[in-house]
């Protein structure tokens, strides 16, 4: 559960790559992971270090629910508009496009489709599809 520095609230990047990896396991996972809190510190854990687990776990869950473009953000352009504008050939290439361009979108970077467009273009001039 370190997806931050302690004391410090994840990242919209952050957030996207855990929701992205972990999908329909979420809530199965924040679960698991306040039995695993709780296992480790057994007794000691007081009903205020309860709470706050249990707060973060929850409010996880509740921006992953929520926060409408983090998980799925709109689609601003298509695999076909990035094989038309930058000249690509259909391939794995393009997935990877797309993917970084989600995340940019997820982590609040790009906004619209002019934005991702540049972003697409900047991401192939640098020969790399990630940000």
Do not use: C, K
């Not at 709109?74 to 797309?98: C, F, K, N, Q, T």
């Amino acid at each position: 559960m370190q997806l931050a520095q302690v004391g410090e609230v994840p990242t919209r990047r952050a957030l996207y790559r855990f929701y992205r990896d972990l999908g329909d396991a979420l809530p199965a996972v924040l679960l698991l992971a306040l039995a695993d809190a709780a296992a480790a510190r057994g007794p000691s854990m007081t009903r205020e270090g309860w709470s706050r687990q249990a707060a973060y776990m929850n409010g996880l869950l509740v921006r992953s629910r929520e926060e409408e473009g983090i998980i799925q953000p709109p689609r601003l352009v298509s695999g076909h508009d990035i094989m038309s504008v930058l000249g690509l050939p259909e391939g794995p290439a393009i997935g990877r496009l797309l993917e970084a361009l989600r995340e940019a979108q997820a982590a609040g970077e790009v906004h619209d489709t002019e934005e991702a467009l540049a972003f697409v273009r900047a991401l192939a001039r640098e020969g790399t599809e990630e940000p």
